[in-house]
T-cell receptor, first 113, second 116 residues
Framework: EPEVTQTPSHQVTQMGQEVILRCVPI?????FYWYRQILGQKVEFLVS????????KSEIFDDQFSVERPDGSNFTLKIRSTKLEDSAMYFC???????????FGPGTRLTVT | AQTVTQSQPEMSVQEAETVTLSCTYD???????LFWYKQPPSRQMILVIR??????QNATENRFSVNFQKAAKSFSLKISDSQLGDAAMYFC?????????????FGDGTTLTVKP
């Protein structure tokens, strides 16, 4: 069964450093998403992406964040200058259409020290 | 904006028994989707069940079923014949059909413990 993959599974970085989190969505899916989950808290929407542009973004997704689909398979989330409060699990998800179920990747645990 | 509320931070159930997890939501829309996701200790998000608001029939997936009460804006999950592997955090989620963004709004989650 096709699945969403994410790399790395765990990333440790120092405050102020740039990180790129990578995702490979399911191949025939057209809509891509990033969510984050701070430990012990709810899953929060960051951004949705379709047709090579952002469809919607949350208040969390400020100028420090960016997304890109650099080729036909990868979907990346970049945090330009990480802060301690960016420490969280970041989930990538994809769906065939916006209204259909989203399939989540296994997540990348980001630790900012 | 839509909100999703899970009023039970923790629930426990005896193995083989039945448990119901509650979820309420607030929306002004008439058509939308509702989901239950399971998050085991591995933190992977696994889709358990989905319900379209326009369907009156409650969704069922094996031991998992929902009680969807549209007027009351309630969407509870019933797990029958609970198994040890059902122990996890369960999240209720809402998604509008009136947007191409596909954003899901999640509740705070309910931690389910299954006792042997």
């Amino acid at each position: 069964e096709p699945e969403v993959t994410q790399t790395p599974s765990h990333q440790v970085t120092q405050m102020g450093q740039e990180v790129i989190l990578r995702c490979v969505p399911i191949s025939n899916h057209l809509y891509f998403y990033w969510y984050r989950q701070i430990l012990g808290q709810k899953v929060e929407f960051l951004v949705s992406f379709y047709n090579n542009e952002i469809s919607e973004k949350s208040e969390i997704f400020d100028d420090q964040f960016s997304v890109e689909r650099p080729d036909g398979s990868n979907f990346t989330l970049k945090i330009r200058s990480t802060k301690l409060e960016d420490s969280a699990m970041y989930f990538c998800a994809s769906s065939v259409q916006a209204q259909y179920e989203q399939y989540f990747g296994p997540g990348t645990r980001l630790t900012v020290t | 904006a839509q909100t999703v509320t899970q009023s039970q931070p923790e629930m426990s159930v005896q193995e083989a028994e039945t448990v119901t997890l509650s979820c309420t939501y607030d929306t002004s829309e008439s058509d939308y989707y509702l989901f239950w996701y399971k998050q085991p200790p591995s933190r992977q998000m696994i889709l358990v069940i989905r319900q379209e608001a326009y369907k009156q029939q409650n969704a069922t997936e094996n031991r998992f079923s929902v009680n969807f009460q549209k007027a009351a804006k309630s969407f509870s999950l019933k797990i029958s014949d609970s198994q040890l592997g059902d122990a996890a955090m369960y999240f209720c989620a809402y998604r509008s059909v009136n947007t191409n963004a596909g954003k899901s709004t999640f509740g705070d989650g309910t931690t389910l413990t299954v006792k042997p």
